[in-house]
C-alpha cells in the first residue's frame, strides 16, 4: 500500500553542524561579565548565569553573518520565506556551570531563534515540548519508540559547533550539566523587517 505523511503544521527544527571558524567568541568568554539567573517559583534555574549585554554580536560581525546566512538558508529553503527579510534583534551569552540547569521557557517578541554551542558535553542537553499537549497517555511502560510524529519532548545534544534554530515560541529548557565543566551557548532572537503583509495588517520594519 502506497501512502504520504504529512507534517502539517509543524514546527521545523533545524540542526546544522557549521564548518566554520568561531574561536574568536570562544577566545572571549573568559572576559564575559555574566550574572547569575534567580530562581523563581515557576521557572526554575541552577546555576545558570546569563552575559550583562543583549547585542553581543555586535562585537563580532563576521560570525554573525555566518549565522544570519545559516538562517536565511533555513528561511528560504525549508520555510519558503524568500521574499521576507529578517534581522538578528537580540544576542546574548549564557553559562550553566556543573550540576546546573536552564528553566522551562519561551523566547518572546521574536519570531525565529537560534542557539550555537562552543564545545561538545555529555549532558546539558536542549529539552523541547510538544506545543500540542494531549491529555491521553497512550504509552505508560515506555514499549512505543519515540519519533518526530508520536513524541511529546524531544533532546538535542550540545555539539560543538552546533547551530540550532527553531520557532520563537516552541518552549524549551535546559537539562542538568553533569559533564564537569562549564556549558556555554550563544542564543539569538530574528524578527522580520522590510514591508510584510497586506492592507489593514501591512507592517513596514526599518533596519534597527
Known amino acids: 500500500m502506497d501512502y504520504e505523511i504529512l507534517p502539517l503544521f509543524s514546527f521545523p527544527v533545524a540542526v546544522i553542524d557549521l564548518d566554520e571558524d568561531f574561536s574568536n567568541i570562544e577566545n572571549s568568554i573568559d572576559s564575559i561579565k555574566f550574572r547569575k539567573i534567580d530562581k523563581c517559583e515557576i521557572n526554575s534555574s541552577q546555576n545558570c548565569y546569563i ?20 538562517f536565511y538558508e533555513y528561511k528560504n529553503n525549508i ?17 550553566i ?36 499537549p494531549t491529555t491521553f497517555e497512550l504509552d505508560p511502560d515506555d514499549d512505543i519508540e519515540d519519533n518526530v510524529f508520536n513524541s511529546h519532548k524531544w533532546t538535542i545534544e550540545p555539539q560543538k559547533n552546533r547551530l540550532v534554530i527553531f520557532p520563537s515560541q516552541l518552549y524549551h529548557q535546559v537539562l542538568k550539566n553533569t ?30
Open 51 to 70: 552575559a550583562n549585554s543583549s547585542n553581543f554580536l555586535t562585537q563580532f560581525p563576521e560570525e554573525k553573518n555566518i549565522l544570519l546566512h545559516y
Open 79 to 95: 520555510l519558503g520565506l524568500k521574499t521576507i527579510d529578517f534581522i538578528i534583534t537580540s544576542s546574548w551569552m549564557n553559562k
Open 97 to 132: 556551570e556543573n550540576d546546573g540547569y536552564g528553566h522551562y521557557h519561551c523566547h518572546t517578541n521574536s519570531i525565529y531563534s537560534g542557539i550555537f554551542y562552543f564545545d561538545s558535553y555529555d549532558s546539558g542537553e536542549l529539552m523541547f515540548y510538544n506545543p500540542f
Open 179 to 208: 559533564s564537569g565543566k562549564n556549558r556555554y551557548s550563544l542564543a539569538f532572537n530574528l524578527f522580520p523587517c522590510g514591508r510584510f503583509g497586506e492592507i489593514d495588517s501591512a507592517l513596514n520594519i526599518n533596519h534597527v
